[in-house]
């Protein structure tokens, strides 16, 4: 997919995004390493903590199709500032990339600014540490 079609389908993410409490819509897009593609929007919550944010809800997208490596995830918010993943949205991303894995920031304007998981969360916690004798 070219990128402006991608970054059509994360405006249209935005915009149904579920965010009455922040008022910040994110959109989202996964193209996982098997070719294909999945949405995430941001969904809030009355009891603030239990939103789920654009990324985490096209990662369970992904999981639920079948999918378990990401080659890009794109991110798209609004304001002047880089829209980056939350803190668990870069364990969640971590959980399903390789070191290649791409991390897109998108303004409505376009690509920002692209990062790699260790970018963003180096010396990262993951399934490895969890393989013992
Ligand atoms: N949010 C995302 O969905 N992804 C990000 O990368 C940053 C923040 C959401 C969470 C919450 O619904 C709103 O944006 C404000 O934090």
């Known amino acids: 997919m070219e990128l402006s079609t991608i970054l059509k ?3 249209e993410n935005m915009s ?6 922040s008022k910040f819509h994110v959109g989202s897009v996964i193209r996982s390493t098997d070719g294909s593609y999945y949405n995430g929007c941001n969904v809030e919550n009355a009891a603030y903590p239990l939103g789920v944010c654009a990324e985490g809800g096209a ?3 992904m999981v639920q199709n079948g999918s378990r490596e990401i080659a890009e995830i794109y991110v798209m918010g609004s304001g002047d500032e880089l829209v980056t993943p939350c803190g668990g949205c870069r364990q969640k991303i971590r959980e399903f990339s390789t070191p290649e894995t791409k ?5 409505p304007e376009g690509l920002r600014q692209s ?3 260790e970018d963003l969360l180096p010396f990262s916690f ?3 540490n969890l393989k013992h004798d």
Request: net charge positive.
């Open 103 to 107: 991390i897109h920031v998108c303004g």
């Open 16 to 21: 149904r995004a579920y965010a009455p409490y």
């Open 59 to 61: 990662i369970s997208a």
């Open 115 to 117: 990062f790699t998981i």
């Open 9 to 11: 389908q994360l405006k």
């Open 126 to 128: 993951g399934p490895d």
